[in-house]
């Protein structure tokens, strides 16, 4: 009776957690604008919390089907937080402002095949050069290892890009 108790518990932990992570997913897809994608993530998502909420509600004699399935709500989050990170879908635009260096920045970081946008700016202290580049999620660390190199104390700021039409897109790497 307790390993059956267990394993039941443990199968809607798993449930969850492939629920959970599938919502993350389908979350960033309605957020980067992929509606088929996100779509079909929901009819996967809402099929297995159809699944495991009435596994739960037929079987209220437990208190160990609640833990499993919570717990599974937790690691599921977590789990789709790093799947998010490591897929690192869609375009950021990467703002860099350099007091001094930024004529220097742009010709880097266009060499490292990158486009970048220069312009003169006006800061707290003075004088200021922006250099925004439009880049991938997973080029981001790249560039930031870039831009550290040669002006470790530039401001950056990175904002997410819903779309991006046209410009200069290198190839990933």
């Known amino acids: 009776m307790f390993w059956t ?7 809607l932990f798993t449930l969850c957690l492939v629920q959970v992570s599938i919502g993350t997913l389908r979350t960033i897809m309605i957020t980067r604008g992929k509606r088929i994608w ?3 993530l929901g009819f996967i998502e809402v099929s297995l919390w159809v699944i495991g909420v009435s596994q739960i509600i037929g079987h ?8 499993g399935y919570s717990g599974g709500y ?9 799947l998010e990170s490591r897929l690192a879908l869609g375009y950021v635009n990467v703002d860099i402002v350099s007091a001094t260096r ?3 920045i742009a010709q880097k ?4 095949g990158f ?13 200021v050069q922006l250099v925004g580049v439009v880049v991938s999620r997973k080029q981001v660390a790249h560039l930031l290892r870039l831009v550290n190199e040669i002006d470790g104390a530039s401001f950056v700021t990175i904002k997410e890009a819903r ?3 046209h410009g200069y897109q290198p190839a990933l790497k």
Request: glycine share 12%.
């Open 5 to 11: 108790i267990l394993s039941n518990a443990f199968i």
């Open 38 to 40: 996100a779509a079909l």
């Open 60 to 67: 209220l004699d437990t208190a160990w089907n609640v833990v």
């Open 74 to 82: 937790v690691a599921g989050t977590m789990l789709g937080m790093w």
């Open 102 to 104: 930024g004529p220097e």
């Open 109 to 112: 970081v266009r060499q490292a």
């Open 115 to 127: 486009g970048a946008t220069q312009l003169p700016a006006q800061g707290r202290s003075g004088p």
């Open 163 to 165: 779309q991006v039409i």
